[in-house]
């Protein structure tokens, strides 16, 4: 039964960060109660800050201000919103098939709410500690697509199934290769627990990974934008083609639904890349706050890890505001053909990077000897790392080049045909 | 972080399958540069002679010891049926590069599937493992699936591949149901672990029912009555090059592993699943001779036929002696070139949208070519059993081993049966041989050098066989387990 | 509570399967296995198999059941063919033959679980605890099944192959006409 309280229940409650004299089981069931209340209020809260920020941010892009009307820097806009799509109408077609079209949009929800379980987000705040923390993660990420299927094909609508088609084809795709950048991470953290990769990116063992990998951090960072659906990949809802995608028929409280499911995603992918290549809330300081006071290094922890999310939230708004859409082909061609092998050729050099640096150490009786860089330690290993990256991404764009050119020469021969 | 450490391995006693599977990627990488796709059969060709030549080079060396923490063993059985899957592989080449051309389907991928169907046939020869079995079951069906399904303009061609794939994933099922169960009620999923759990305690009916399914999941994938229902089917539909692939291989591989796990793993229920295979095996040879008997067509009444000697394979086994496992092997391979002749020969007169395969059309054959009919009837009259052919010692030992083994009476109706089959056999002799061709009758064309050796390479073997038997007697004793 | 929670996923899995069977819109069906797959990944939480259960999840939800409710989709194949009557000779001889294999099957179950003694493995939730279920899956696939491992790989290519064969037809066709 522990591993059920452990796995389940636990994911969203943790005791030990204010040292609270509890007991055990008691803890357990109390914290996740105020866990799931706080995860139910953060999404929706979080939902509209960020429409409110988006708005602000892409009009300053589009050289507008922006809302300004409600309240200070127009910020009660984003709240008179939120009541607008609560007091609508909840229309349920007539054509539609009631339970998934009901269902749909509450699963797309709640797999992006569930993905910030394993997240830590300040020193000694995590939902869970799993040792499959970032498998957890795509595996949950899983019901979304679930989600988005499900309603656009119950909505019994033509560009509502369009937009599912679309989007299971470019959520399969692209899976794979944030997938092979999650395991990248993992090889060379030699863990998939969140916890323990957030630890390993101290100054000591190397830094944060970003500096060891910025080409895996380019492949997940763009995978997991198309994964959300974000521009430039937004083409499951594709306004100017095929209406609004998969939730065309939704309004009131379940599009408001979608759109939490959106943000909070897009929240989540910010902050696994906060965690995993920007070293989570390592930071100046963390571990001295930390050592004097847990409850204010936490604090000091957290504000970096916001810091750091805000970081890469405002990457995907300024995408948003700057990058065309790409159409469905060049983004199942990018996918397939770019991200794919990129991202497994990588792989196998950072995993062979990973052994020439690994220290000597005995595990199950048997003795793993040492790898012959080993004596260079962590930096050692992050410079190699760096190089490595930028080779590999030069080799890329000289391929790419290639092909480029003669794709681009055939273009013209087949021109020139047709004149003859 | 914890490290681990990969155990010492016997690469040397895997090599036959591993020159098998690197000359199937090879095959696949080639594909890509090579407009020419006989070259790729020849070079699949040479890779499974390689392979064979490999692999009795190594018998009596240092390649017995159990390989990968004992998940396989090349002992002479492994090696025996190895022999009649690369064989069967080798000719199945030969007929498919003459075949393949004529109608319209030749494509470098074909021969890597083969050549990966054959590397699953192998590791299911060799497998001492569960694991081992299924995963080389699974390689086996689907490259299987996809090749009957070849053809996909043909509307026969697609039935069968849907047909074969949902029939077989069905078997698949029942066959992991069972080997779940047997993981359960013993521990383990070694054949001789499972084997020793089992003779050592009371008989636990979760292991009788896992028996009882894995048993139900080998007889789907041998066609043996009542899970016959997909084959005439599938092996009419398929491209015939195909069916003379897998009316041999696929049979051969699953008799593999069928004896080995009953002789290993569960001669503690030895009484049962002896009554229950002999049930089998007189369903499978009364059912697939009588529904043959009323065929029109050359290629579904060889695959009726195909069912009845998979019901004589299983009096062999029946017997669950060593001699019967001997029988057993010695007619697998005989077999092999019999059956992969008589389908050859209906390729080789096969044209386009599978006309040139009824029985009618077989008529004078004999007066417009020949030497076609002559291999044809030589290969009739071995699977028939003819003496001084082949088919007759192997038929002989079967049944020796059936009688030697007390089941006398299944014996007798083996031999009733060998008389039913005459019937429709000779009646494709008579056609040849006495009925003048149709006005109308479409040219033959002429066959490739490829199909040429192929029917002259088994034709020989089942001529030599016939004539001397004691040689292959002499493999075959070497080619026994435990 | 263990017994309870097993019951719950395991009662909601065997509801599902039959609704999966039973449902005649095969969208519905297939959202009816995924509920009963997850509720088997439940399962395996409760057997201490984490990975596993989580591995369950990724590859049923994230693509399989989501290929297959694609094609039914893209094909427009959501209602069936209607089955005019039920109750037919030929269904009840099935329903009677899946009974009986299903008393058998959960006799002889029941009888090796509470008479004969239980094999227990070696992996106990303290190894579990003490080395992580990923590494031992790890392990036990790159040194006891390190064959089947590979061959499976074999396997896998063999499916892709067969779809590029089977899918692939009018590109071949294209480029032997010279395009």
Request: proline content about 4%.
């Amino acid at each position: 039964m522990e591993q059920i309280i452990n796995w389940l229940a636990n994911i969203l409650s943790n005791a030990s960060w204010w040292g609270l004299p509890v007991e055990p089981a008691a803890s357990v069931i109390v914290w996740a109660v105020y866990g799931f209340i706080l995860a139910l209020v953060v999404a929706p809260m979080a939902m509209i800050v960020l429409t409110w920020l988006e708005r602000k941010i892409i009009a300053r892009i589009q050289d507008r201000i922006g809302p300004n009307r409600a309240g200070p820097f127009g910020i009660m806009q984003a709240m008179a919103d939120a009541i607008k799509m609560l007091t609508k109408e909840d229309i349920t077609p007539l054509g539609a098939d009631r339970i998934p079209f009901n269902i749909g949009p509450g699963l797309a929800a709640v797999a992006s709410i569930l993905i910030f379980a394993v997240l830590p987000v300040a020193p000694g705040l995590i939902g869970t500690d799993l040792s499959i923390g970032i498998f957890y993660v795509v595996a949950v990420g899983a019901f979304s697509i679930l989600g988005i299927l499900m309603s656009g094909w119950s909505s019994n609508n033509k560009y509502a199934l369009l937009g599912a088609f679309r989007a299971v084809s470019q959520l399969v795709s692209y899976e794979v290769p944030m997938v092979i950048a999650l395991i990248t991470v993992a090889v060379v953290a030699g863990s998939m627990s969140t916890l323990t990769i957030t630890e390993n990116q101290t100054l000591a063992s190397g830094g944060w990974y970003i500096f060891a990998m910025p080409l895996t951090f380019l492949i997940f960072f763009l995978a997991s934008v198309a994964e959300v659906g974000r521009s430039p990949f937004d083409l499951l809802e594709a306004d100017s083609e095929i209406v609004a995608g998969f939730h065309v028929e939704y309004s009131g409280l379940k599009f408001g639904l979608f759109m939490i499911s959106e943000y909070v995603h897009a929240l989540a992918v910010a902050a696994l890349s906060a965690t995993l290549f920007l070293g989570g809330w390592n930071g100046p300081g963390v571990a001295q706050a930390v050592a004097a006071s847990p409850f204010w290094g936490g604090v000091l922890g957290f504000v970096y890890y916001l810091l750091k999310m805000g970081i890469f939230i405002f990457i995907m708004m300024w995408f948003r505001g700057t990058l065309p859409r790409f159409r469905i082909d060049q983004l199942l061609d990018f996918g397939w053909k770019l991200l794919t092998p990129l991202s497994l050729v990588n792989l196998l050099v950072m995993a062979f990077i990973v052994r020439l640096f690994q220290p000597g150490n005995v595990s199950m009786g048997a003795e793993i000897p040492a790898g012959p860089l080993a004596s260079w330690g962590g930096i050692g290993q992050t410079i190699t790392m760096l190089v490595a990256s930028v080779l590999l991404v030069f080799l890329t764009t000289l391929v790419v080049r290639a092909f480029a050119r003669r794709s681009r020469a055939r273009g013209f021969r087949a021109i020139a045909a047709i004149e003859n | 972080m914890t490290a681990i450490e990969i155990p010492a391995l016997n690469f040397a006693a895997l090599l036959p399958l591993f020159i098998v599977v690197g000359t199937g990627l090879l095959v696949v990488v080639l594909d890509l540069f090579i407009a020419d796709k006989k070259s790729l059969g020849w070079l699949s060709l040479f890779g499974v002679i390689l392979a064979a030549i490999v692999g009795n080079m190594q018998q009596g060396g240092a390649g017995f010891d159990p390989a990968f923490q004992n998940v396989s063993l090349l002992d002479g059985y492994a090696n025996f049926f190895n022999i009649i899957f690369l064989s069967t592989a080798a000719l199945s080449i030969l007929v498919a590069l003459g075949y393949l051309g004529r109608v319209g389907l030749h494509r470098g991928e074909y021969y890597a599937l083969l050549l990966f169907a054959t590397s699953g046939m192998m590791a299911m020869g060799m497998a001492t493992d569960l694991m081992v079995v299924f995963i080389g079951l699974e390689t086996m069906s689907i490259a299987l699936y996809v090749m009957s399904a070849l053809n996909r303009h043909s509307r026969p061609s697609g039935e069968a591949g849907i047909k074969y794939f949902l029939m077989g994933s069905f078997a698949s099922a029942f066959l992991l149901y069972g080997m779940a169960l047997t993981y359960g009620a013993t521990g383990s999923t070694n054949f001789s672990d499972i084997g020793s759990v089992l003779t050592a305690g009371t008989v636990a009916p979760m292991a009788m029912l896992g028996l009882g399914l894995l048993l139900v999941g080998f007889a789907f994938k041998v066609a043996a009555v009542p899970f016959q229902w997909w084959t005439p089917d599938v092996y009419h539909g398929a491209p015939t090059a195909v069916t003379t692939f897998m009316s041999v291989g696929a049979k051969a591989a699953g008799f593999a592993t069928l004896m080995r796990l009953l002789m290993v793993s569960f001669p503690a229920f030895a009484v049962d699943w002896q009554l229950a295979i002999a049930v089998l095996a007189v369903l499978t040879m009364t059912l697939g001779n009588v529904a043959a008997l009323a065929q029109k067509d050359v290629k579904r009444m060889l695959a009726y036929s195909s069912i009845a000697h998979a019901g004589y394979i299983l009096v062999g086994v029946a017997a669950a002696t060593t001699e019967g496992i001997k029988s057993v092997l010695f007619y697998l391979l005989i077999y092999a070139f019999m059956n992969i002749g008589a389908f050859a020969v209906v390729g080789v007169l096969e044209q386009k949208e599978a006309i040139g395969t009824k029985l009618t059309e077989y008529a004078g054959l004999a007066r417009k070519n020949p030497w076609l009919a002559m291999v044809m009837a030589l290969f009739l009259f071995s699977l028939t059993g003819f003496p001084p052919l082949a088919g007759f010692w192997g038929k002989l030992y079967i049944f020796r081993a059936a009688v030697n083994a007390d089941l006398t009476w299944l014996a007798v109706v083996a031999v009733i049966n060998s008389g039913v089959a005459a019937f429709y056999y000779l009646s494709v002799i008579v056609q040849m041989y006495m009925k003048p061709a149709a006005d109308d009758a479409p040219e033959i064309l002429p066959s490739t050098p490829a199909t040429r050796i192929a029917l002259a390479v088994a034709g020989l073997a089942v001529v030599l066989i016939g004539i001397l038997p004691a040689s292959l007697v002499d493999m075959v004793a070497k080619g026994v387990f435990g | 509570m263990e017994i309870y929670l097993f019951f719950l996923f395991g009662g909601i899995a065997v509801v599902g399967a039959l609704a999966m069977v039973f449902n005649k819109n095969a969208v519905h069906s297939a959202l009816f296995l995924l509920l009963t797959l997850v509720m088997i990944a439940g399962l395996y939480v409760l057997l201490n198999a984490q990975f596993i259960a989580v591995a369950q999840i990724m590859v049923y939800a994230g693509a399989i059941v989501v290929l297959i409710l694609f094609v039914v989709m893209l094909l427009g194949a959501e209602l069936g063919e209607s089955i005019p009557r039920w109750l037919t000779l030929r269904n009840s001889v099935m329903v009677l033959l899946a009974l009986v294999f299903l008393t058998v099957s959960g006799t002889a179950v029941y009888d090796w679980l509470y008479s004969t003694q239980p094999i227990t493995g070696t992996v106990t939730d303290e190894v579990i605890a003490r080395q992580g279920s990923v590494q031992l899956v790890g392990e036990s696939l790159f040194t006891q099944f390190l064959l089947p491992f590979e061959l499976a790989s074999i396997l896998l290519l063999v499916g892709i192959i067969g779809v590029v064969v089977l899918g692939g037809w009018r590109l071949v066709q294209h480029r032997q006409r010279g395009e």
